[in-house]
Nanobody
Framework: QVQLVESGGGLVQPGGSLRLSCAAS?????MSWYRQAPGKERELVAR????????MYADSVKGRFFISRDNAKNTVNLQMNSLKPEDTAVYYC?????????WGQGTQVTVSS
């Protein structure tokens, strides 16, 4: 069983930046960030492989969001720049561990003036 704890959400004005972090209690393989806006389905935002050699991003965040990981600390980060109101959502950390998926509790990101 792996526990994931997210941090770094909050309220930011359009054009601003936020950095989300997710701390895992143990070994993880690929890690991802998902988000879910009110009335919408949860969607994949960014994913990074276990060694950090490969990343992928949703088209809506390419060039603005950047995912990274520190395996020594079992953490994954999401740097979010040029934030837009449509980025408002609860952001969830996801970890793949030996074929199982684990989720964090979510952190709210609100982009509003």
């Amino acid at each position: 069983q792996v526990q994931l704890v997210e941090s770094g959400g909050g309220l930011v004005q359009p054009g601003g930046s936020l950095r989300l972090s997710c701390a895992a209690s143990g070994f993880t393989s690929a890690m991802s960030w998902y988000r879910q806006a009110p009335g919408k389905e949860r969607e994949l935002v960014a994913r990074i492989t276990g060694a950090g050699a490969s990343t992928m991003y949703a088209d809506s965040v390419k060039g603005r969001f950047f995912i990274s990981r520190d395996n020594a600390k079992n953490t994954v980060n999401l740097q979010m720049n040029s934030l837009k109101p449509e980025d408002t959502a609860v952001y969830y950390c996801n970890a793949e561990v030996w074929g199982e998926n684990y989720w964090g509790q979510g952190t709210q990101v609100t982009v509003s003036s």
